[in-house]
Structures are given as structure tokens and as C-alpha cells.
């Protein structure tokens, strides 16, 4: 199984999710809450990660869904 990361992007008014190196969206919402929800799934059954993108295109954050050996000590989750 591929671990590609999920990434969530602006897709003119609406969202995307795209699987790293992806030209194609996995999937397009309204919302940026949706499509995190749906990039989370998607990352969680590969054990990868998101990145979430803010309007401007710039990564806002990052989360790992994956064995990851050294984990942050990020308590926002």
C-alpha cells in the first residue's frame, strides 16, 4: 500500500484533496473542514500524512497518520 501524503488545497472557491504528485483531485468540497475530514480518512487507512494548505497555497499544518519514530509532542489533537 502506498503511503502517499494527502494534501488539502484551494481549488478556486471550493477544496481539493490530492494525493502527493497527484495533477487530479482524490476529491472537491465547499468547505476546508470537509476536505480535512476526508484527507484524514484517506491518511489514516495509508498511514501517511496531511498537509493542509491555507487560501494562499502556503502549508498551514501538518498531522501524521503513520508510525512515525519520532513524534511531536503536539497536544492540539
Known sequence: MSKKNQH???????WAVKGAGNSKATKIVD???EAIK???EIALNK???V???????????KDSYG???NPPKDKKH
Open 38 to 40: 476526508i484527507a484524514r
Open 67 to 69: 508510525n512515525d519514530p
Open 8 to 14: 488539502v488545497v484551494p481549488n478556486g472557491k471550493d
Open 47 to 49: 498511514k501517511s500524512e
Open 31 to 33: 468547505t476546508q473542514a
Open 51 to 61: 498537509v493542509i494548505h491555507r487560501p494562499d497555497g502556503t502549508i498551514r499544518d
